[in-house]
């Protein structure tokens, strides 16, 4: 999200108050984080899930789903720890261990979750899974959310649209890899070399978007 964005969102919470919400504000934290400030093509956050599940559709929705899951979550738990635990006893240092923590412990609830009801899919997202525990855009929203000094809800809105991007990074992805897979591509650039120039290809797609950012 643009500064000019960002400061008008947050100079909407009263000093000593709640936040005053409205429809326009919490769209343009989500279009900001969908299109403009896109954490996989924009702030290069997640690349290691976005580039390994990105083979087949399927796993590219199933693991979207479950980083949006992840995320909101995440973001939850460590703005209430942030704010109530690390700020009073004057342990803000301890942030990212923390958050870490939580995410860690969120991607073991999503994994058994996962194990139990959709068994084809904990197979097909296999090692992947539990790099989420490492996906550097679950602790970059939970980070920029503090960073930015949003209030609880826009925090959240905020995750979600940072998981719909995600997650619409990938599924393209997905789309453009398995049509890559009957394109007569050089041998010398089939798998990830062809991959890493359709992200650059996108990268430079999304950049389109910044003008929405006004």
């Known amino acids: 999200m643009n500064p000019s964005m960002l400061m008008s969102v947050v100079a909407s919470v009263p000093e000593g108050g709640e936040p ?3 429809i326009a504000k919490m769209m343009a934290i989500i279009v900001s984080a969908v299109f403009i400030n896109n954490f996989v093509l924009s702030r290069f956050l997640g690349i290691c899930p976005f ?3 990105s083979k087949q559709l399927d796993s590219a929705v199933g693991m979207g789903a479950a980083v949006v899951f992840v995320m909101v979550l995440a973001t939850l738990g460590s703005w209430l720890i942030y704010y109530n635990l690390l700020v009073p ?6 942030r990212t261990i923390t958050f870490i923590i939580i995410i860690a412990s969120l991607v073991q609830l999503v994994e058994l979750v996962l194990q139990k009801f959709s068994p084809a899919l904990y197979d097909a997202l296999g090692i992947y899974l539990p790099l989420i525990t490492t996906n550097c855009a679950i602790l970059g929203v939970a980070v920029l959310n503090i960073d930015d000094k949003f209030p609880l809800g826009y925090s959240l809105i905020n995750s979600v649209g940072a998981g719909i991007g995600f997650t619409l990074a ?4 997905a789309g453009l890899r398995e049509r890559m897979e009957t394109a007569n591509v050089p041998e010398a650039l089939k798998g990830l ?4 120039l359709i992200a650059g290809a996108m990268s430079i797609a999304f950049l389109g978007f910044a003008g929405l950012g006004g």
């Open 51 to 53: 580039l390994g599940v």
């Open 170 to 173: 990938l599924v393209l992805m």
């Open 89 to 94: 006893s004057g342990l803000e240092y301890l």
């Open 20 to 22: 005053s919400f409205s």
């Open 193 to 196: 070399p062809i991959a890493f």
